[in-house]
């Protein structure tokens, strides 16, 4: 067999593409927070509560409405997204005129809100969600035996990071988006509704947080704490990615993940500090991120 | 001559100074106060947390709130599973609240932290959520009674039961920390005493939420038995992931440290079959039934081994201020380690010198869907435990108290 620093080629391989799955919900999440960075400028902290409610949702939709994966996939980021926009223009859009750091309070203050409410009614240790019927089982790939389910998570995320670069970076609302918040007044002297243009591109990203949570629903816990697990590793993504950054943060977070998935092979115990260490090295010799432009 | 004299009186003086008010002392400032600090919001909030309050408060309630007219209260705190946070309040409680028994809730650092306080203050502490064996070992304390479990009777129990079923190769997935390297030794140690081997160990860190990568290395170890030296969410997470990568099909599971909440959380389906060693299942016997239908129509849920200890544990330390007509920490200690727990928790239950509270243990297996006829019916009783056999003997013990 051939080896690799000890280690067969085909165990590597199947790291690889664990890493590859665990970059699609980094791709996924980091990919929201650079859309709603980008375009509104607001850090948004409650990206981890939101994705947790799109879990929660999904099984909430199961357990009391007998709704499946399927429906609540497209029903989920739709009621976690709706709850974003009345987020959005109850509370955020007071402080756009203010400094970054007032929304990363607010949403901040937002997790706290929401990971209690959800603490307090379900408890810690999480609820099951079983995987769909038509994904359960394997395939063999004969260097590693993948689940259905996990290979899914891989092609929907990458169809839904491709998709959503596309539209803001090639088309015309994309356009418009990106002008609205280089200088609103002249886009609403064209007539179009920048209040309204942000407030739906808010509930998108968070729409975009809420699918992640359905995705990862069959795979890890529904539990209250699952966002706050993960919230600071997709932070770090994206500001390893460039602060904003669509494509940067697409193909960091799958790089990451895949570097992530080495470590926990040769050295697991630094497994969970990897991404900090890379963060760190970034930072010092490109501030603005690999992918993001200096301003 | 004249200087032993004196030293002799004054010997004598003190003996009666601290002798007297023993035999008059009654009730200390006219209330019977207990303090109750536990993880109250996070990973292991289900497991005790607020419903273990509600235990204690039925034990209080039970025993008539009162005792000789002195009122029985009990203050709770969230400890966050900060050991300083936790030993700051204790400090606080005994100082000021004038608490008259503590109670430690999940969470090995934070009860070590606690018992070390109340050995300074001279109080009795209970430690009832907590694993590490270092309680009645290296650490031990005069005033401390570990009540509910140890990480040495988690892995004599589930470890040999398993070993002895055929399991004779582990690869172990732990936790990289404190408590999952006890977990680890100890088992590691068992398995090897009843003849069985170690293919190999990984350490996760803590909190990690993707397991399968670790999951495949020990599929590849070509060992028998996945041994999860972890607890809480990483124990769910990593029992999702080895249902999911089929290496349920290959190996069996044994996990060293299984709450009954964590079998609710990840359903029948994903864990049947399993082995886990636990001191106290609701459906044990009738008296247990009884109590965890009481319980149940407070809290909406059957309670964990944690939450009967807790109650159980109360409902002790009350009888012994009872019977001995005092709450003086000294002679409340002498008590509850001269008399013996008899109740729906446990029978013939008791406190050791070394403070650990010796009581039969029991090997459970989780049933198949098709098994369990109920919601919160999940286990079997393999066998019986034991208590001089589960827990290490006092030969084995390394606490400085006890005199070998």
Redesign the interface.
Known sequence: MTTLFGIPIQ?LL??LL??L??GSFYAMLSLGLAVIFGLLNVINFAHGALYMMGAFVAWMGLSYLGLNYWAMLVLAPLAVGAFGIVIEKLLMRHLYKLDHLYGLLLTFGLTLMIE?LF?SFY??????Y??PQALTG?TNLGF??L?N??AWVVAASVIVCLATWYVIERTRLGALLRAGTENPRLVEAFGVNVPRMISLTYGFGVALAAFAGVLAAP???V?P??GS??IIVVFAVVVIGGMGSILGSIVTGLGLGVIE?FT??FW??A???VVFIIMAIVLALRPAGLFGREK | MKLHTITAALALAGLGVAGLPAQAQGISDDVIRIGFITDM???????DGKAGLQAIQMAIDDAGGAIDGKKIEVISADHQNKADVASARAREWFDQQKVDLLIGGTNSGTSLAMAAVAAEKKRPFISIGAGASDLTNEQCAPYTVHYAYDTIALARGTGSAVVKDGGKSWFFLTA?YAFGHALERDTIEVVKASGGEIKGT?????????F???L??AQ?SGAQILGLANA??DT??SI??AN???VTATMKMAGLLVFI??I????L??TQGMYLTDSWYWDQSDQARAWSKKFESKVNRKPSSLQAADYSAVAFYLKGVKAAGTDDPDAIMKWMKSNKVNDFYTKDGYVREDGMMIHDMYLMQVKTPKESKAPWDYYKVVATLPGEKVYNTLEESTCPLVRK
Not at chain 2, 41 to 47: H, R
Not at chain 2, 264 to 267: E, F, R, W
């Open positions: 165990a199947g790291q664990l890493g799955v665990n209690g603490r408890g810690v240790s999480g609820q099951p079983p995987t394997a590693m035996v689940p389910y996990r795979v890890l816990q539990s704490l699952m697990n993960l998935g926990k092979v697991p115990e497994s969970s500090t | 919001s996070g990973v292991y909030s289900d497991i990289d990984v350490r996760a860190p803590l909190s990690t939420t993707d399968s990568s670790f495949l290395q590849a809480g969410g769910i997470n999702k992931a999911e990568f089929g909440n964590d609710h959380s990840l359903g389906q994903a």
